[in-house]
């Protein structure tokens, strides 16, 4: 076995993992602390990348700029659905569910409409590649992702466990009620992990940009892969959750190299079958009941 | 036999014999728009029975994807006669598609609620992908083509003629909702309520909920697999892109969802009445394709935020509005939470 190949998919690995890591940190953040599933999760990411996009056509500003404008973008976007239809059905998935699929409609619908249903390039901000000859080998924007990605990742861990609202975004994910009973707002916890979860996503978008191009139609598909990744790590542990997209990444590098091009979303859902017959709470989650399979 | 059952009854036949008659009454066009229209009322069906039990899936378009492929191959690829019928491909597309519901709702139903959603349509794709690798058996992404169309000895082949079809899908239509709506009123179908409204008690008090709800699914996924594989034998072609998520048309996993909430999830008319209400919109849009999402998402946003109950409940709503009309979003609201919990069987 060549070890050039797999040092090769190890690094792959990571970076599919930090991408899905910015979905799925997110995602957990909000399902966690605000109770939402937010099911256009995915077009927050990709919405992102459609806000670096369009500043850099029409202003043609920097990419950096673009992309931190479209951060900000997107966490106040991410305020603005905490306030309006996610509040209103705190704690009932089932119309949470039904409007995260109607703002699934209403922004391919809307994006298809305003800006055309192509695929939009932002063009190559970092060029060239760089690794240990013979070894391994990746464009240096990959190793940008990968290190974004992970400042971003370890950037949200130390906020969550060291800062005082990361302490009290962590009450409110355990007990609501008695956070607000300690003083916490659990609403505008809510808020705010709200932001910073859509404002992961729009970075995720924002760095897949340049080396994807900015689509519509990837959001269910990301937002499936950061959902898988929550499934098999769990609602319990923060660092479950990037431990799963590790594994997830990692799965998907592994068999893309050595299996078939098409073959890494097979294999995550094998991983997922396995994760759940064996523990269906998740690798790290909280266990329900006892052995018994179902709610 | 009440009043109510009366009304129902007549009622169901003087629709069905509209529907009989409607090849004489509208152009093809529109019989082809109604074919559409009873298909997403069987899928719909489906996840409104699943629903009952308490889980939201979206992933229903899947099992009519494998029903679709298994009717299809079977009928081109089976050489014995009494195999090579489209009408066995009816049944067996529906078999299989049961059989591959109940193999991976026995995965799937484990985790709770919320991820179960999710892991529908993570379902979706993964059977997507599926028909798309295993092309030596499904054709990969070209699907599979010229599939023949049904044919009756007295009639033969069906052809580009749309009336059969309508007939027949009328046939799918009322053995599905029949077999629902009797499923919901056995002792079975209690347990389906129960199930919804608290799981940890139905389970305490002795219900094997999982065994329970994967039957509902393997039913669900039965009835799906039938109307694939009538979709098969009606489009004469399979492409695994005909079973996807969202796509502008309203056959999709979302498409069934957005039906099956906006129509109404608690009363047995609410998939009818949606999936031609939005059936027939999205006709209506076929100048402004592009539109289609949008709306579908106002629709869908509109009954949330304003009729809980589905469109089904417009009506009542309407008559009852002077009186409700100041506190009706608080009203909404908490209808959303009687959703949840009151599954009465009516009648």
Known sequence: MDVGTFIQSLWGGVLEAGLIAMVAVGLYLVLGVARVLNFAHGHILVLGGFCTWGFRETYNLNFWIAAFLGVLIMGIAGMVLERFPFRRFYGNFIPIICVGIALIYLFEGGVVQLWGPETKTVGTVISGTSGVKGWFIMRNWDWLVIGAGLGCLMGSGLFLAKTRIGRAMRATAVDPDTANLQGIGALGMARYAMFIGCALAAVGGGLMAPKYGVSIGVGLAWMIKGMLAIIIGGLGSFYGCLFACLMLGMAVSFSITYINAQAGYIVMFLLLVVVIMVRPWGLFGKQLTVGIPGE | ?347
């Open chain 2, 1 to 347: 036999m009440g009043r109510r059952t009366k009304i129902i009854i007549i009622a169901s036949i003087v629709v069905l014999a509209l529907l009989f008659y409607s090849p004489q009454l509208v152009s093809q066009y529109w019989v082809m728009v109604l074919i559409s229209c009873l298909i997403m009322v069987c899928l719909s069906y489906g996840f409104r029975l699943l629903f009952l039990t308490g889980r939201f899936t979206i992933g229903h378009i899947a099992f009519a994807g494998v029903g679709a492929y298994a009717s299809a191959l079977l009928v081109i690829k089976a050489d014995i006669p009494v195999l090579n019928n489209p009408w066995t491909g009816l049944f067996f597309g529906a078999l299989v598609a049961g059989i591959v519901a109940l193999a991976i709702g026995y995965i799937i139903l484990r985790v709770p609620g919320l991820m179960f959603a999710i892991l529908t349509m993570a379902v979706v794709e993964l059977v997507r992908y599926v028909l798309i690798m295993w092309d030596s058996l499904t054709g990969g992404p070209a699907g599979v083509l010229d599939i023949p169309s049904f044919s009756l000895p007295g009639y033969g082949s069906f052809g580009i003629n749309q009336t059969p079809y309508l007939y027949l899908i009328i046939i799918i239509a009322v053995v599905t909702i029949a077999v629902m709506y009797r499923i919901e009123r056995t002792r079975v179908g209690l347990s389906f309520y129960a199930m919804a409204l608290n799981d940890r008690l139905a389970r305490h008090v002795g219900m094997d909920t999982f065994k329970f709800r994967l039957i509902c699914f393997a039913i669900t996924g039965f009835f799906a697999g039938m109307v694939g594989a009538f979709l098969a034998h009606y489009w004469h072609y399979v492409s695994p892109q005909a079973f996807i998520l969202m796509s502008v048309s309203v056959i999709s996993a979302l498409g069934i969802q957005v039906v099956a909430v906006a129509g109404g999830l608690l009363s047995p008319l609410g998939p009818i009445v949606g999936a031609f209400v939005l059936v027939l919109l999205s006709e209506g849009l076929r100048e402004v394709r592009e539109y289609a999402g949008i709306f579908f998402g106002g629709i869908l946003l509109f009954v949330i935020f304003m009729l809980p109950g589905g469109l089904v409940t417009l009506p009542r709503v309407l008559i009852n509005m002077p009186g409700n009309a100041r506190n009706w979003p608080d009203t909404a609201r908490r209808k959303w939470l009687d959703i949840r919990a009151r599954f009465v069987p009516a009648s």
